[in-house]
Protein backbone atom coordinates (compact mmCIF):
# COMPACT_ATOMS: atom_id res chain seq x y z
CA UNK A 1 0.00 0.00 0.00
CA UNK A 2 1.38 3.42 -1.07
CA UNK A 3 1.41 6.33 1.67
CA UNK A 4 -0.40 9.03 0.73
CA UNK A 5 3.04 11.27 0.69
CA UNK A 6 3.90 8.92 -1.87
CA UNK A 7 1.56 9.49 -4.03
CA UNK A 8 1.03 12.71 -3.73
CA UNK A 9 5.00 12.97 -4.81
CA UNK A 10 4.84 10.58 -8.10
CA UNK A 11 2.04 12.66 -8.99
CA UNK A 12 3.12 15.41 -8.77
CA UNK A 13 6.35 15.38 -10.92
CA UNK A 14 4.89 12.28 -13.20
CA UNK A 15 4.52 15.57 -15.54
CA UNK A 16 7.76 16.42 -15.43
CA UNK A 17 9.03 12.72 -15.89
CA UNK A 18 6.93 12.53 -19.11
CA UNK A 19 7.48 15.35 -20.76
CA UNK A 20 11.47 14.27 -20.14
CA UNK A 21 10.13 10.32 -21.84
CA UNK A 22 11.86 9.83 -24.85
CA UNK A 23 15.33 10.83 -23.12
CA UNK A 24 15.23 8.83 -19.75
CA UNK A 25 13.56 5.81 -21.69
CA UNK A 26 16.35 5.98 -24.41
CA UNK A 27 18.86 5.81 -21.38
CA UNK A 28 17.27 3.39 -20.05
CA UNK A 29 17.33 0.80 -22.75
CA UNK A 30 21.14 1.65 -22.97
CA UNK A 31 21.34 1.38 -19.38
CA UNK A 32 19.45 -2.21 -18.92
CA UNK A 33 21.07 -3.96 -22.55
CA UNK A 34 24.55 -3.18 -21.21
CA UNK A 35 24.30 -4.32 -17.64
CA UNK A 36 21.68 -7.51 -19.06
CA UNK A 37 22.46 -7.93 -22.68
CA UNK A 38 20.74 -11.26 -22.18
CA UNK A 39 17.44 -9.05 -22.57
CA UNK A 40 18.43 -9.00 -26.19
CA UNK A 41 16.54 -12.08 -26.97
CA UNK A 42 13.80 -11.12 -25.16
CA UNK A 43 13.00 -8.36 -26.49
CA UNK A 44 12.41 -7.09 -30.48
CA UNK A 45 15.35 -5.72 -31.56
CA UNK A 46 14.01 -4.34 -34.53
CA UNK A 47 11.52 -2.40 -32.52
CA UNK A 48 14.79 -1.03 -30.61
CA UNK A 49 16.35 -0.24 -33.94
CA UNK A 50 13.04 1.44 -34.97
CA UNK A 51 13.15 3.30 -31.67
CA UNK A 52 9.45 2.18 -30.82
CA UNK A 53 10.08 0.92 -27.52
CA UNK A 54 10.83 4.22 -25.75
CA UNK A 55 6.97 5.24 -26.73
CA UNK A 56 5.78 1.81 -24.76
CA UNK A 57 7.70 0.17 -21.65
CA UNK A 58 8.83 3.20 -19.67
CA UNK A 59 5.62 5.42 -20.85
CA UNK A 60 3.89 3.50 -19.39
CA UNK A 61 4.70 3.67 -16.26
CA UNK A 62 4.44 7.50 -15.93
CA UNK A 63 0.92 6.92 -17.75
CA UNK A 64 0.43 4.63 -14.28
CA UNK A 65 2.05 7.43 -12.52
CA UNK A 66 -0.61 10.17 -13.91
CA UNK A 67 -3.48 7.53 -12.50
CA UNK A 68 -1.59 6.31 -9.43
CA UNK A 69 -4.26 8.08 -6.99
CA UNK A 70 -7.65 5.27 -9.04
CA UNK A 71 -5.24 2.60 -10.10
CA UNK A 72 -8.71 0.70 -10.88
CA UNK A 73 -8.34 3.18 -14.56
CA UNK A 74 -5.47 1.05 -15.20
CA UNK A 75 -7.23 -2.12 -15.27
CA UNK A 76 -7.87 -2.79 -19.27
CA UNK A 77 -3.87 -1.34 -20.15
CA UNK A 78 -2.34 -4.05 -17.65
CA UNK A 79 -4.64 -7.00 -18.71
CA UNK A 80 -3.66 -6.06 -22.15
CA UNK A 81 0.23 -5.23 -21.25
CA UNK A 82 0.26 -8.48 -19.21
CA UNK A 83 -0.86 -11.13 -21.78
CA UNK A 84 1.77 -9.64 -24.14
CA UNK A 85 4.09 -10.12 -21.39
CA UNK A 86 3.21 -14.02 -20.73
CA UNK A 87 3.43 -14.56 -24.71
CA UNK A 88 7.45 -13.31 -23.93
CA UNK A 89 7.61 -15.05 -20.80
CA UNK A 90 8.42 -12.12 -18.61
CA UNK A 91 9.24 -13.68 -14.98
CA UNK A 92 9.06 -11.58 -11.65
CA UNK A 93 13.24 -11.94 -11.46
CA UNK A 94 13.63 -9.32 -14.25
CA UNK A 95 11.11 -6.40 -12.87
CA UNK A 96 13.58 -5.24 -10.46
CA UNK A 97 16.19 -5.23 -13.04
CA UNK A 98 13.75 -2.67 -14.69
CA UNK A 99 13.07 -0.75 -12.01
CA UNK A 100 16.65 -0.55 -11.25
CA UNK A 101 17.92 0.98 -14.73
CA UNK A 102 14.22 2.92 -14.75
CA UNK A 103 15.25 4.89 -11.96
CA UNK A 104 19.17 5.26 -12.60
CA UNK A 105 17.80 6.72 -15.87
CA UNK A 106 15.61 8.99 -13.96
CA UNK A 107 18.62 9.99 -11.67
CA UNK A 108 20.78 10.75 -14.36
CA UNK A 109 18.83 12.77 -16.80
CA UNK A 110 17.37 14.78 -13.97
CA UNK A 111 20.52 15.13 -12.07
CA UNK A 112 18.81 13.85 -8.91
CA UNK A 113 20.30 11.85 -6.28
CA UNK A 114 19.62 8.18 -5.66
CA UNK A 115 18.26 9.59 -2.01
CA UNK A 116 16.11 12.12 -3.07
CA UNK A 117 12.29 11.77 -1.74
CA UNK A 118 11.38 11.86 -5.50
CA UNK A 119 13.47 9.12 -6.59
CA UNK A 120 12.50 6.83 -3.17
CA UNK A 121 8.55 8.00 -4.14
CA UNK A 122 9.29 6.53 -7.87
CA UNK A 123 10.89 3.60 -5.99
CA UNK A 124 8.23 2.54 -4.04
CA UNK A 125 5.77 3.23 -6.70
CA UNK A 126 7.72 1.43 -9.57
CA UNK A 127 7.33 -1.49 -7.10
CA UNK A 128 3.50 -1.85 -6.52
CA UNK A 129 3.17 -1.39 -10.04
CA UNK A 130 5.56 -4.27 -10.79
CA UNK A 131 3.26 -6.55 -7.69
CA UNK A 132 0.29 -5.90 -10.31
CA UNK A 133 2.22 -7.27 -13.35
CA UNK A 134 4.15 -10.22 -11.64
CA UNK A 135 0.41 -11.41 -10.27
CA UNK A 136 -1.34 -10.58 -12.92
CA UNK A 137 1.24 -13.10 -15.09
CA UNK A 138 1.57 -15.65 -12.58
CA UNK A 139 -2.58 -16.22 -12.55
CA UNK A 140 -1.98 -16.43 -16.61
CA UNK A 141 1.10 -19.29 -16.31
CA UNK A 142 -0.80 -20.84 -13.63
CA UNK A 143 -4.18 -20.66 -15.53
CA UNK A 144 -2.60 -22.16 -19.09
CA UNK A 145 -0.26 -24.93 -16.90
CA UNK A 146 -3.63 -25.99 -15.46
CA UNK A 147 -5.35 -26.57 -18.46
CA UNK A 148 -5.52 -29.91 -20.74
CA UNK A 149 -2.48 -29.84 -22.48
CA UNK A 150 -1.50 -26.70 -20.81
CA UNK A 151 2.22 -25.51 -20.26
CA UNK A 152 4.51 -23.16 -18.97
CA UNK A 153 7.24 -21.71 -20.83
CA UNK A 154 8.99 -23.21 -24.31
CA UNK A 155 7.34 -26.13 -25.90
CA UNK A 156 8.73 -27.70 -29.08
CA UNK A 157 6.27 -27.84 -31.97
CA UNK A 158 6.91 -29.05 -35.18
CA UNK A 159 5.64 -27.72 -38.71
CA UNK A 160 3.17 -29.89 -39.93
CA UNK A 161 2.49 -28.38 -43.38
CA UNK A 162 2.54 -25.16 -44.77
CA UNK A 163 -0.48 -23.70 -46.94
CA UNK A 164 -0.08 -20.97 -49.42
CA UNK A 165 -3.14 -18.38 -48.37
CA UNK A 166 -2.48 -15.25 -50.18
CA UNK A 167 0.55 -13.05 -51.94
CA UNK A 168 2.52 -12.75 -49.38
CA UNK A 169 0.72 -15.01 -46.91
CA UNK A 170 1.16 -18.49 -45.42
CA UNK A 171 -0.07 -20.48 -43.06
CA UNK A 172 1.47 -23.03 -40.47
CA UNK A 173 0.10 -25.87 -39.23
CA UNK A 174 1.90 -26.97 -35.56
CA UNK A 175 1.52 -29.77 -33.92
CA UNK A 176 3.56 -30.86 -30.75
CA UNK A 177 6.89 -32.56 -30.85
CA UNK A 178 5.69 -34.88 -27.87
CA UNK A 179 2.54 -35.69 -29.58
CA UNK A 180 0.55 -35.09 -26.35
CA UNK A 181 -2.60 -32.78 -26.32
CA UNK A 182 -2.40 -29.09 -26.51
CA UNK A 183 -4.14 -26.15 -24.61
CA UNK A 184 -7.15 -25.08 -26.31
CA UNK A 185 -7.68 -21.16 -26.68
CA UNK A 186 -10.18 -18.44 -26.69
CA UNK A 187 -10.96 -17.14 -30.65
CA UNK A 188 -8.67 -14.34 -30.70
CA UNK A 189 -6.06 -15.50 -28.82
CA UNK A 190 -2.13 -15.66 -29.94
CA UNK A 191 0.71 -17.71 -29.08
CA UNK A 192 4.50 -16.07 -28.34
CA UNK A 193 6.88 -18.25 -31.84
CA UNK A 194 9.80 -18.22 -30.58
CA UNK A 195 12.78 -18.54 -33.17
CA UNK A 196 16.58 -18.14 -33.75
CA UNK A 197 16.58 -17.10 -37.45
CA UNK A 198 19.99 -16.74 -38.93
CA UNK A 199 19.46 -13.05 -40.24
CA UNK A 200 19.59 -12.05 -36.29
CA UNK A 201 22.11 -12.32 -33.30
CA UNK A 202 19.15 -12.87 -30.73
CA UNK A 203 16.57 -14.95 -30.12
CA UNK A 204 13.48 -13.65 -31.35
CA UNK A 205 10.09 -13.89 -29.92
CA UNK A 206 6.91 -12.78 -31.79
CA UNK A 207 3.37 -13.28 -31.45
CA UNK A 208 0.84 -14.44 -33.76
CA UNK A 209 -3.03 -15.09 -33.60
CA UNK A 210 -4.59 -18.60 -33.89
CA UNK A 211 -6.86 -18.80 -37.22
CA UNK A 212 -7.82 -22.61 -37.07
CA UNK A 213 -10.77 -23.02 -34.38
CA UNK A 214 -10.05 -24.23 -30.69
CA UNK A 215 -8.94 -27.58 -30.55
CA UNK A 216 -6.54 -29.48 -28.20
CA UNK A 217 -4.11 -30.83 -31.26
CA UNK A 218 -2.74 -28.04 -33.90
CA UNK A 219 -2.74 -24.85 -33.95
CA UNK A 220 -2.66 -22.71 -37.10
CA UNK A 221 -0.99 -19.77 -37.27
CA UNK A 222 -1.50 -17.30 -40.34
CA UNK A 223 1.72 -15.15 -41.27
CA UNK A 224 2.20 -12.08 -43.42
CA UNK A 225 5.92 -11.53 -44.72
CA UNK A 226 6.73 -8.38 -43.15
CA UNK A 227 9.27 -6.10 -45.06
CA UNK A 228 8.15 -2.58 -44.99
CA UNK A 229 11.77 -1.53 -44.68
CA UNK A 230 13.14 -2.15 -48.67
CA UNK A 231 16.50 -3.27 -46.77
CA UNK A 232 15.76 -5.01 -43.65
CA UNK A 233 12.86 -7.62 -43.63
CA UNK A 234 10.73 -8.92 -41.06
CA UNK A 235 13.18 -11.13 -39.10
CA UNK A 236 10.52 -13.83 -37.79
CA UNK A 237 7.87 -13.32 -40.71
CA UNK A 238 10.86 -13.67 -43.22
CA UNK A 239 12.66 -16.93 -41.25
CA UNK A 240 8.95 -18.36 -41.15
CA UNK A 241 8.34 -18.29 -44.67
CA UNK A 242 11.49 -19.71 -45.61
CA UNK A 243 11.07 -22.99 -43.41
CA UNK A 244 10.23 -26.20 -44.35
CA UNK A 245 7.46 -28.34 -43.03
CA UNK A 246 9.28 -30.76 -40.07
CA UNK A 247 10.83 -27.51 -39.08
CA UNK A 248 10.99 -26.96 -35.54
CA UNK A 249 10.01 -23.78 -33.45
CA UNK A 250 9.10 -22.92 -29.87
CA UNK A 251 5.53 -22.06 -29.14
CA UNK A 252 4.46 -20.31 -25.17
CA UNK A 253 1.05 -21.34 -24.60
CA UNK A 254 -1.86 -18.89 -25.95
CA UNK A 255 -2.61 -15.68 -24.20
CA UNK A 256 -4.52 -12.55 -25.57
CA UNK A 257 -7.27 -10.33 -24.13
CA UNK A 258 -8.77 -9.73 -27.44
CA UNK A 259 -11.90 -12.19 -27.76
CA UNK A 260 -15.45 -11.70 -28.32
CA UNK A 261 -16.69 -10.17 -25.09
CA UNK A 262 -20.61 -11.24 -25.71
CA UNK A 263 -23.03 -14.32 -26.48
CA UNK A 264 -24.49 -12.60 -29.29
CA UNK A 265 -24.97 -14.14 -32.30
CA UNK A 266 -25.52 -10.66 -34.17
CA UNK A 267 -21.92 -9.57 -33.84
CA UNK A 268 -19.72 -7.87 -36.81
CA UNK A 269 -16.41 -9.45 -37.67
CA UNK A 270 -14.51 -6.45 -39.18
CA UNK A 271 -10.64 -6.42 -39.93
CA UNK A 272 -8.16 -5.40 -42.72
CA UNK A 273 -5.37 -7.43 -44.52
CA UNK A 274 -3.47 -9.53 -42.18
CA UNK A 275 -5.45 -8.57 -39.21
CA UNK A 276 -7.92 -10.98 -40.01
CA UNK A 277 -5.98 -13.75 -38.11
CA UNK A 278 -7.87 -12.81 -34.97
CA UNK A 279 -11.22 -13.09 -36.66
CA UNK A 280 -10.86 -15.83 -38.66
CA UNK A 281 -10.78 -18.11 -35.56
CA UNK A 282 -13.93 -16.17 -34.08
CA UNK A 283 -15.97 -17.15 -37.21
CA UNK A 284 -14.35 -20.78 -37.92
CA UNK A 285 -15.09 -21.59 -34.17
CA UNK A 286 -19.10 -20.40 -34.34
CA UNK A 287 -18.83 -22.38 -37.50
CA UNK A 288 -17.76 -25.86 -36.43
CA UNK A 289 -19.62 -25.51 -33.03
CA UNK A 290 -22.58 -25.22 -34.99
CA UNK A 291 -23.79 -21.95 -33.92
CA UNK A 292 -26.54 -20.07 -35.90
CA UNK A 293 -24.00 -17.60 -37.62
CA UNK A 294 -27.32 -16.32 -40.08
CA UNK A 295 -27.04 -12.95 -38.15
CA UNK A 296 -23.18 -12.33 -38.12
CA UNK A 297 -21.73 -10.22 -40.33
CA UNK A 298 -18.04 -10.89 -41.60
CA UNK A 299 -16.43 -7.66 -43.45
CA UNK A 300 -13.11 -8.33 -44.72
CA UNK A 301 -10.72 -5.48 -46.45
CA UNK A 302 -8.00 -6.44 -48.43
CA UNK A 303 -5.80 -4.74 -50.79
CA UNK A 304 -7.06 -6.40 -54.28
CA UNK A 305 -8.43 -10.79 -54.61
CA UNK A 306 -4.47 -11.79 -55.00
CA UNK A 307 -4.15 -10.73 -51.16
CA UNK A 308 -7.46 -12.32 -50.02
CA UNK A 309 -6.74 -14.38 -47.42
CA UNK A 310 -8.45 -17.17 -47.37
CA UNK A 311 -10.87 -16.14 -49.84
CA UNK A 312 -11.44 -19.54 -51.53
CA UNK A 313 -12.23 -21.02 -48.28
CA UNK A 314 -14.33 -18.65 -46.72
CA UNK A 315 -16.66 -18.22 -49.92
CA UNK A 316 -16.70 -22.03 -50.70
CA UNK A 317 -17.74 -23.11 -46.92
CA UNK A 318 -20.99 -24.61 -47.12
CA UNK A 319 -21.94 -24.02 -43.61
CA UNK A 320 -20.77 -20.33 -43.79
CA UNK A 321 -24.23 -18.72 -44.27
CA UNK A 322 -22.68 -15.83 -42.38
CA UNK A 323 -23.06 -12.57 -44.50
CA UNK A 324 -20.11 -11.43 -45.55
CA UNK A 325 -19.14 -8.65 -47.29
CA UNK A 326 -15.52 -8.15 -49.23
CA UNK A 327 -13.76 -4.74 -49.64
CA UNK A 328 -10.83 -4.19 -52.22
CA UNK A 329 -9.18 -1.23 -51.65
CA UNK A 330 -7.23 -0.82 -55.27
C1 LIG B 1 -1.09 -9.84 -30.53
C2 LIG B 1 -0.44 -9.89 -31.88
C3 LIG B 1 -0.91 -10.77 -32.83
C4 LIG B 1 -0.32 -10.81 -34.10
N1 LIG B 1 -0.83 -11.68 -35.03
C5 LIG B 1 -0.26 -11.74 -36.26
C6 LIG B 1 -0.76 -12.64 -37.25
O1 LIG B 1 -1.70 -13.40 -37.00
N2 LIG B 1 -0.16 -12.65 -38.46
C7 LIG B 1 0.90 -11.82 -38.77
O2 LIG B 1 1.42 -11.91 -39.89
N3 LIG B 1 1.38 -10.95 -37.85
C8 LIG B 1 0.84 -10.92 -36.61
N4 LIG B 1 1.35 -10.04 -35.66
C9 LIG B 1 2.58 -9.28 -35.98
C10 LIG B 1 3.81 -10.17 -35.69
O3 LIG B 1 3.89 -10.44 -34.31
C11 LIG B 1 5.12 -9.53 -36.09
O4 LIG B 1 5.19 -8.24 -35.54
C12 LIG B 1 5.28 -9.45 -37.61
O5 LIG B 1 5.27 -10.75 -38.17
C13 LIG B 1 6.63 -8.77 -37.96
O6 LIG B 1 7.65 -9.48 -37.31
P1 LIG B 1 9.04 -9.71 -38.04
O7 LIG B 1 9.96 -10.32 -37.05
O8 LIG B 1 8.85 -10.38 -39.33
O9 LIG B 1 9.47 -8.24 -38.35
P2 LIG B 1 10.45 -7.23 -37.49
O10 LIG B 1 11.83 -7.74 -37.62
O11 LIG B 1 9.86 -7.14 -36.14
O12 LIG B 1 10.25 -5.96 -38.34
C14 LIG B 1 8.99 -5.32 -38.46
C15 LIG B 1 8.98 -4.40 -39.67
O13 LIG B 1 9.95 -3.37 -39.49
C16 LIG B 1 10.72 -3.23 -40.69
N5 LIG B 1 12.06 -2.74 -40.26
C17 LIG B 1 13.15 -3.47 -39.92
N6 LIG B 1 14.16 -2.66 -39.53
C18 LIG B 1 13.69 -1.39 -39.63
C19 LIG B 1 14.25 -0.11 -39.37
N7 LIG B 1 15.49 0.01 -38.90
N8 LIG B 1 13.46 0.97 -39.59
C20 LIG B 1 12.18 0.86 -40.02
N9 LIG B 1 11.61 -0.33 -40.30
C21 LIG B 1 12.34 -1.44 -40.09
C22 LIG B 1 10.76 -4.61 -41.31
O14 LIG B 1 10.98 -4.54 -42.73
C23 LIG B 1 9.35 -5.10 -40.99
O15 LIG B 1 8.43 -4.72 -41.98
C24 LIG B 1 0.77 -9.97 -34.40
C25 LIG B 1 1.26 -9.08 -33.44
C26 LIG B 1 0.66 -9.05 -32.18
C27 LIG B 1 1.21 -8.10 -31.15
C1 LIG C 1 6.10 -2.23 -14.39
C2 LIG C 1 6.94 -2.56 -15.34
C3 LIG C 1 6.57 -2.70 -16.79
C4 LIG C 1 5.69 -1.97 -17.54
C5 LIG C 1 4.81 -0.83 -17.13
C6 LIG C 1 5.74 -2.51 -18.88
C7 LIG C 1 5.00 -2.03 -19.95
C8 LIG C 1 5.02 -2.55 -21.22
C9 LIG C 1 4.23 -2.07 -22.35
C10 LIG C 1 3.27 -0.91 -22.30
C11 LIG C 1 4.51 -2.84 -23.41
C12 LIG C 1 3.91 -2.73 -24.83
C13 LIG C 1 2.70 -3.66 -24.86
C14 LIG C 1 2.09 -3.84 -26.24
O1 LIG C 1 2.81 -3.78 -27.25
O2 LIG C 1 0.88 -4.08 -26.30
C15 LIG C 1 5.48 -3.80 -22.99
C16 LIG C 1 6.04 -4.75 -23.81
C17 LIG C 1 7.12 -5.50 -23.47
N1 LIG C 1 7.66 -5.62 -22.21
FE1 LIG C 1 7.08 -4.67 -20.55
N2 LIG C 1 6.63 -3.53 -18.92
C18 LIG C 1 7.16 -3.68 -17.66
C19 LIG C 1 8.10 -4.61 -17.27
C20 LIG C 1 8.74 -5.46 -18.12
C21 LIG C 1 9.77 -6.38 -17.74
C22 LIG C 1 10.27 -6.60 -16.31
C23 LIG C 1 10.19 -7.01 -18.86
C24 LIG C 1 11.26 -8.06 -19.01
C25 LIG C 1 12.51 -7.79 -18.97
C26 LIG C 1 9.41 -6.49 -19.97
C27 LIG C 1 9.54 -6.88 -21.27
C28 LIG C 1 8.72 -6.46 -22.30
C29 LIG C 1 8.87 -6.90 -23.67
C30 LIG C 1 9.94 -7.85 -24.19
C31 LIG C 1 7.86 -6.30 -24.39
C32 LIG C 1 7.57 -6.44 -25.90
C33 LIG C 1 8.07 -5.21 -26.57
C34 LIG C 1 9.02 -5.50 -27.66
O3 LIG C 1 9.93 -6.32 -27.46
O4 LIG C 1 8.85 -4.87 -28.69
N3 LIG C 1 8.54 -5.56 -19.48
N4 LIG C 1 5.78 -3.62 -21.67
Redesign the pocket.
Known amino acids: MLSAKTIEIVKSTAPVLAEHGENITALFYTKLFDNHPELKHVF?M??Q??GEQKKALASAVFAYATHIDKLEALGPAVTRIAH?HA?LQVVPEQYPIVGKFLLEAICDHLSLAADDPIIIAWGEAYGALAAIFVKTEEDIYQDNEDKEGGWRGDRTFVISDIVDEAAE?KSFYLKPKDGQAIATWQPGQ?VGVKTTPDTSEHT?V????L?NAPNNAIYH??????????E????????LHAASIGDEVLIQPPT?E?VVQNDADDIVLLAGG?GI??VLSMLLDRIETGRDVSKLTFIQCCRDASHHIKGETLNSNPSAVYRKKQCYCR
Not at 206 to 209: G, N, V
Not at 233 to 238: P, T, W
Open positions: NTNAKKSVYERQYSTITVKADAAHPKAGVVSNYGFVTP
